[in-house]
Nanobody, 121 residues
Framework: QVQVVESGGGLVQAGGSLRLSCAAS????????MSWYRQAPGAQRDVVAT???????NYANSVKGRFTISRDSAENTMYLQMNSLKPEDTAVYYC???????????????WGRGTQVTVSS
């Protein structure tokens, strides 16, 4: 089992900042990538940002220049620095960890339960 836990969500005014954290633990041999997704009520779950084991990053166009994704050297913790927040950023933010549990195993996706981010006008 791999456990994925997000934290750092909350209520913030437009223009403010939040930093989300994602901690992966359990039976992890190797992580290939970690991503942040978000889902607003009635909307689909969309990728926000991704970081690979080689530190390649990708961002959704809607957050470029405002959000920054990063990870620690152990690749078991990921962060999303969210600046200049807008009401349309309001959503549940989910962490996705793509990990191999044992050597020669396949990479599998592991999801956290999400953390709520609410941006007020």
């Amino acid at each position: 089992q791999v456990q994925v836990v997000e934290s750092g969500g909350g209520l913030v005014q437009a223009g403010g900042s939040l930093r989300l954290s994602c901690a992966a633990s359990g039976n992890i041999f190797k992580i290939s990538a970690m991503s942040w997704y978000r889902q607003a009520p009635g909307a689909q779950r969309d990728v926000v940002a991704t970081i690979t084991s080689s530190d390649t990053t990708n961002y959704a166009n809607s957050v470029k220049g405002r959000f920054t994704i990063s990870r620690d050297s152990a690749e078991n913790t990921m962060y999303l620095q969210m600046n200049s927040l807008k009401p349309e950023d309001t959503a549940v933010y989910y962490c996705l960890v793509r990990a191999m549990q044992v050597p020669s195993d396949a990479y599998r996706n592991w999801w956290g339960r999400g953390t709520q981010v609410t941006v007020s006008s």
